[in-house]
């Protein structure tokens, strides 16, 4: 059993800035892919971007070069750095590894 837990979310205003992150704790041997996830009212869940335990990234189109992805193996988490920010990525945002889920953060964008 794995547990993640997300936090970083807020209200911000169109073109600013936010800092997600997601601590994962639980039955870890070695996580190999972690990533974030999206779900905007009345829309499916969405990918938004992953990394592997060895850095390597992939990103949704709509938010490259907006958002960065990293990672802390020795803490075991993942953060989502997300700048530049639209209305458009008004969702609550979810952690995601194997089979795991956080429970979700709010990212409102909002004027």
């Known amino acids: 059993q794995v547990q993640l837990v997300e936090s970083g979310g807020g209200l911000v205003q169109p073109g600013g800035s936010l800092r997600l992150s997601c601590a994962a704790s639980?039955?870890?041997?070695?996580?190999?892919?972690m990533g974030w996830y999206r779900q905007a009212p009345g829309k499916q869940r969405e990918f938004v971007a992953h990394?592997?335990?060895?850095?390597?990234?992939s990103y949704k189109d709509s938010v490259k070069g907006r958002f960065t992805i990293s990672r802390d193996n020795a803490k075991n988490t993942v953060y989502l750095q997300m700048d530049s920010l639209k209305i458009e990525d008004t969702a609550v945002y979810y952690c995601?590894?194997?089979?795991?889920w956080g429970q979700g953060t709010q990212v409102t964008v909002s004027s």
């Open positions: 995601n590894t194997e089979i795991y």
């Open positions: 639980g039955s870890i041997s070695s996580i190999y892919i």
């Open positions: 990394i592997s335990s060895g850095g390597v990234r």
